[in-house]
């Protein structure tokens, strides 16, 4: 198999060619996140002839996953959501290097990551790790694009400070501090297709490829908005903020330290007490273990939330609720629901199952 012949109608085009190509091979991406966004990030970009690509994620494939995450088939159950993606872009592109970190980024552990790599490409679902990723851009000059789903719509934000430059603006002008994980709801609290996420993993690829094999100029300081009911597309500008912690005259932030990507949360425990709280496993039927001893919890499916929300809200206020799920998200949504609902004795087990 012929490599040039493989990448032969994109290097038809004018602002490609074999130098764009060259560019293209050269390169070296990091994608954080192989859900809904990274599947078409990824096989885009390994398509396109990316030329080594880095995938971090350390979560295990999960049946719900299978509707937005399109390369995963139900065989990949229960295998690392990265190895799986890893294997099949490689498959799809025998020319290029693939590489798999199967570790969680934080602020102790980012910057070796970061040292060999041009791009970050942000595909993850959290605020603190959202945030982390830019403030790292920044900090050690790489280019970064960034979206994020809900529902029906989508947002994509490039930050080229490697190509660029630093003194543009940067996301913490419009967000000094990082919002609460739970200020938007997840998709497993909100619902979504998989396509709105094939929509926005498109446009992130496509802007990777613009500013690698350098095709057009970057939109700076803007967020770009897609509906895709009514298929708007939105662009709203923003201006650089002389006093902005990161990138302002005087920034407070000059460094990635830990207490700013971890924020302790009054609504978690970290240890079992059986005989002291209510325990409720939500987890769904796919999501047990294979070797999983039964438990004494009580077994509450999130899927059938609406069928049994009204039974915790009926519960006496001092009995203690905790709620169980794989990893600690869904379950730590569910309190903040209940909170809202008045019912303020909710309490998730951070870390979920795995960490327990």
């Known amino acids: 198999m012929n490599e ?11 602002e490609v060619g074999e130098s764009g190509q060259a560019l293209l091979k050269n390169s070296k991406i990091l994608i954080v996140g192989a ?15 990316i030329g080594e690509i880095f995938i971090c994620d350390y979560d295990k494939v999960e049946l719900s996953n299978l509707h937005r995450q399109v390369l995963f088939t139900p065989d990949d159950i229960g295998f690392f959501k ?26 102790e552990n980012i910057e070796p990551y970061l040292n060999n790599i041009d791009l970050i490409v942000d595909c993850c679902d959290n605020f603190s ?20 789903i809900y529902q029906f719509e989508g947002q994509l934000q490039v930050f080229p400070y490697k ?11 419009l967000w000094p501090s990082i919002p609460s994980d739970d200020c ?27 500013l690698i094999c350098k095709i057009s100029k970057v939109n700076i300081n803007t967020t770009k908005t897609v509906n895709l009911i009514n298929m708007e597309i939105d662009s709203i500008k923003w201006k650089k903020d002389k006093a902005c912690v990161l990138c302002g005259t005087n920034p407070k932030i000059t460094k990635i330290e830990k207490n700013e990507y971890y924020k302790k949360n009054i609504f978690e425990i970290t ?54 799920c794989q990893k600690g998200i869904k379950s730590m949504e569910l309190v903040y629901i209940f909170n809202d609902l008045g019912y303020k004795n909710c309490f998730s087990l951070k870390g979920g199952f795995l960490d327990a």
């Open 163 to 173: 190509s660029y430059g630093t003194d543009l603006g940067c996301m913490r002008c």
């Open 82 to 107: 990265a190895n799986i993606l890893a294997e099949k872009i490689k498959k799809q592109n025998p020319f290029i290097n693939v590489n798999i970190i199967n570790n969680k980024l934080n602020a």
């Open 271 to 324: 240890e079992l007490n059986l005989e002291n709280h209510r325990y409720i496993d939500i987890r769904e039927e796919d999501e047990y273990f294979l070797d999983e001893k039964p438990s004494s919890f009580e077994k509450k499916p999130f899927s059938e939330f609406e069928d049994w929300k009204d039974q915790i809200l009926k519960t006496e206020k001092k009995e203690k609720i905790v709620f169980v």
């Open 129 to 148: 790790t959202k945030f982390l990723l830019h403030d790292s851009a920044f900090l050690f000059k790489k280019d970064l694009v960034q979206a994020s």
């Open 4 to 14: 040039l012949s493989f990448y032969q109608r994109q290097m038809i085009l004018k």
């Open 35 to 49: 859900g809904g966004l990274g599947h078409p990030v990824a096989s885009y970009l390994a398509a396109a002839g």
């Open 184 to 210: 938007s709801g997840s998709c497993a609290i909100t619902g979504v297709f998989g396509a709105t996420a094939g929509v926005l993993g498109s446009m992130q690829a496509m802007e990777v490829i613009k």
